[in-house]
Structures are given as C-alpha cells and as structure tokens.
C-alpha cells in the first residue's frame, strides 16, 4: 500500500450494515431491501481488508443492480451512501456513451471522472489539516504589509549567520497580531501580490475522446508552468482569506495526496450508472453503426476489472463497487449480454411509491421538503404551519397525479408544494400576518381545479 494514513481509511469502512442503514434511513424513505443491499456492499469492503493478503486479491466487490421506476430512490440511496462511507462518487448515464471509435465518451472518463473527484476531496482535506498553520502564514504577511520594518520576518542577520530579532520588535508584532485577530485592522486597504491562475477547463458529459485528451493535457501544463503574481489592492479581511487558501495550498503535499486518492479511488469509489437499461438488447441505440450491445461489451472490462490511465497515474478498476439502475419498462435485466450480467450478481427491486410513502417523504426525512420550505420562509420572516390533514392531502394529489399521467415518483411532490406555495411565496416579503397555516382546505382551494382537469394537470403538475 502507499504511504498513506491507511487506519483513518479502514476506520472510516468500518460501519456497520445496520448502521449504515440506519444513516440511509434518516433520508429515504422505505426500500429496505436495496439499503440493506448496498450496506453490505459496503461492510463487505472493510471485511476484505481484514483477511489475509492471499485471499484478499481474490475477493472483488458485489456489483448491484437496482430495478424500479424514476423517483424511488436509486440514486439517491447511491448519493448518500457515499457520503456516509466519505467514498469517491460518480453518477453516468449509460445512454451518454458510444462504442470506441465513435464520437462520444469512452466508457474509460468514467473512472478519470472517478479519480479526479477523489483528487478535490483528498485535497480539500489536506488543505484544511494545513489551514492552522497557513492563517499564521498569511497573518505574518499581513502584518508586514501592514507594518514594513517592524516585523519578525524582517529579522537583522548578525556575523554567526543566525537571525535575531529585538525583544521589543517580537512584542510589537504579537500585540500586532492580537489586534489583527480582534478584527481591528479589517477595514484597512494594502497592497498585496495575488497569485493569478488560469480557469480549468470545462468538461462536459458527451465530449469525444480527442477532446478529453487536450483538457488532460491543458491541466498538465498548467501544473508545470509557473503562476502569475498580480498586484491587488485589497481591505485586510478580504486579504488574509486569500493568504490563508493560498499557503495552505503551498503547504500540502500534492504527491501524498495522489496517491491517497488513487487509493481511495480504487478501494472506496462508487461508480453509479443509471439509465442501464437504455443499452440493453441488440438494436441499434445510438445510430445505424452503433449498437447497446458494442456498449455493453465496452463497458464490461471496466466492471470486470481492467487498468485505465489517467493523468494522475494507472488506476485498476477490480475493487470499484458498480451499482448500475435502471426502470426497465421495455427492456429486462435478462437482455443485457450474459457477460456483463454476471458481473452484477446483486438484484434488487424498488417499490412504487403510494399515498402512504408520499405522506413519510413529506414527515420524516432530516431534508423533507415540508423542512425545506419552512426554512426557506423563515428568511422572509414568515412562520410556516402544515396540519396533518394538509399533508394527507398533498400527498392524495401526488399519488392521484403521477396515477392519472406519468409516474415520476417523489419528484411529483416538488411540483404540487410548488404551485401550491406559489402564491405565498410570491407575496412572503410583503405579508402583514406572518404566521401562515396551511390546512387541508388551503390545499384544496390551490390545487383542486389543477388536478380535476386532467389535461392541465399533465403540464402544471
């Protein structure tokens, strides 16, 4: 293994499957068999570190398929997984991707997407590990800015070739500092030089490999070309944030932290493809030349285990947990070529969502959307009230909805508390009364003439 802090990593893969599911739980909403799935998924990863060095090469991750209509929870039981094993993540869609020697995306940038999203996170958790020592970096810059001369930076270097600095000076500067911490010199204006670097190139799902190639190489270069200074007047508080995220970047080791992610990206990351079954069967998906099939056997040596470069280094793709979904309306799990059927051994099959489920979105999620609108008005200063009868009946309009058109599962209820709260969104800032109930005669004044005329509703809600 690198020389990486491998027992933080092993700490962090050590929860348990009811634990995990328990955190799963806080946010979505039934489907207990695809949270338990997944969480042993993700115990199984800290079980292969603890077996002998043997047998462990040998064990390789149970890919999962999730099977069930949009807007049950399949991606976002992937998200949060993630989140709470702090693994790299990265969601594609199948249908994005074309055979090689197509234009289009190659099945590969889904691991260089991998890896460069477990680059910014290691990163971003060295940077602040250094944050303590850079704030007392930029502070010393401020200070001499502030006060040229009368400085420790500024020590006289005597014959011995040791530098001194007056006991005075030292006395100065942190009686300086103390007042530089208490917010007194906020408002002052120096003049500082401000490294200046280049925007990184946008990349887009869809680009063809060529177009990978020179972003790869653009960021290449950019790491190997020096940094402009620019001379920038600023107000102190405003300097010393910039100071303090440029020595922290200065002090972190961009090796470690490569190799780190490569790990993490390897050992941790979760690739989650959607839309799978938009490449199942033999037809033509892309074009006369193109074919799902020719994308599925692309695909497969990256689910199977194989070695894709990035600009970071070789990154093998054999321990990378897949979780693929996908409704499967017309096609069936049955119809993806036998191969790359085998490599996802795990089924699980998510339940529509009915009045009952709807009623536990809006209650019971830590970021239920009844939560998010209270906050939201809370800004304008308006207390929002929901009674229990009001949230049976949202949630009979999203079902009856989603029955009566297309079933887009919970993302229906965005558009019923939207324009149900139109109106009062509209007017919160100049609202007199700022308490406002909504009761279940509320939601019937708003929404009834939307939802009986069935026609309307197909667009509106």
Known sequence: ????????????????????????????????????AVAVAIRNRWRRQQVNEDIRNEIYPKNIIMIGPTGVGKTEIARRLAKIAQAPFVKVEASKFTEVGYVGRDVD????????????????????????????????????????????????????????????????????RELLRKGEFDDRIIELDVQVSAPPPIQMLGMSNMEDVMIQMQDMLSGIMPKKGKKRKLKVKEALKILTDEEAQKLVDMEKVTKEALFWAEHMGIIFIDEIDKIAGRESGHGPDVSR???QRDLLPIVEGSTVLTKYGTVKTDHILFIAAGAFNVAKPSDLIPELQGRFPIRVELNP???NEFLRILREPKNSLIRQYKALLEA?????????????????????????????GARRLYTVMEKLLEDLNYNAPELLDKKVVIDRTYVDNKLDRFANLEDLSKYIL
């Open 1 to 36: 293994m690198p020389d990486i802090d491998t027992e933080r990593i092993f700490r962090i893969m050590s929860f348990t499957p009811r634990e995990i599911v328990s955190e799963l739980d806080k946010y979505i909403i039934g489907q207990e068999e695809a949270k338990k």
């Open 109 to 176: 940038s889904m691991v260089r997407d991998l890896v460069e999203i477990a680059v910014k996170e290691t990163k971003e958790r060295a940077v602040a590990i250094e944050r303590e020592k850079a704030y007392r970096l930029a502070e010393d810059k401020i200070l001499e800015a502030l006060f040229p001369g009368n400085h420790s930076i500024n020590a006289s270097i005597p014959f011995s070739g040791i530098p001194t600095v007056p006991q005075d000076s030292r006395a100065e500067t942190e009686k300086n």
């Open 293 to 295: 099939e020719g994308v």
């Open 353 to 355: 969502l009915g009045k």
């Open 380 to 408: 304008e200063g308006v207390q929002l009230e929901f009674t229990d009868d009001a949230l049976e009946r949202i949630s009979d309009f999203a079902y009856a909805v989603n029955q009566k058109s297309e079933d887009i």
